[in-house]
């Protein structure tokens, strides 16, 4: 079936740097994307999101960027931080209800 | 957190034995799931809710049961355990607190059940 990867597993920056999170997907039916951050031990913690008749999304320190014609998704986060150390999944929307498709993940390590 | 609460958060258990995990919300969103989180595969749906006493499968539903006979708690059944279901399971949430609309996807997890089939 259809899936969400990811092109990097693991991702290590220095504090303060921008970071760029990559993701690909596979189905150009997807409308919906989320990405999400999960720390050692807990759920998934909901970022940002963004609708597929969207580009860019900003939030507060992240961006998400689509680009649809080579089924693509980022996450730039920027003045990296200590405590944006995690593993960071991005999931599509393929139904109209809302089951989510994951990706694997992709380590972020900050260091300080 | 959107008052999203697993219980038990542990658990180890004997092969062959029932298991019951238990997802507590309390800002009555209609939409509720659960999913396992293994190595290598990421999370995985296993049953979802639409509703009181609506379910329906995941993509790894076999060998699990759900029951949802209240908005606020969803119920996963492991009718005989065995140790491939040995994993982390998070339950979610989504849609309007109040059931007030249907578009909203976001999906909000709980803290994760840890369980452990000897």
Known sequence: GESVGLHLPTLSVQEGDNSIINCAYSNSASDYFIWYKQESGKGPQFIIDIRSNMDKRQGQRVTVLLNKTVKHLSLQIAATQPGDSAVYFCAEKETSYGKLTFGQGTILTVHP | ?118
């Open chain 2, 1 to 118: 957190d959107a008052g999203i609460t697993q219980s038990p958060r542990h658990k180890v258990t004997e092969t062959g034995t029932p298991v019951t995990l238990r997802c507590h919300q309390t800002e009555n969103h209609r939409y509720m799931y659960w999913y396992r989180q293994d190595p290598g595969h990421g999370l995985r749906l296993i049953h979802y809710s639409y509703g009181v006493k609506d379910t329906d499968k995941g993509e790894v539903s076999d060998g699990y049961s759900v029951s949802r006979s209240k908005t606020e708690d969803f119920l996963l059944t492991l009718e005989s355990a065995t140790s491939s279901q040995t994993s982390v399971y998070f339950c979610a949430i989504s849609g309007s607190p109040g059931g007030r609309g249907t578009s909203d996807y976001e999906q909000y997890f709980g803290p994760g059940t840890r369980l452990t089939v000897t």
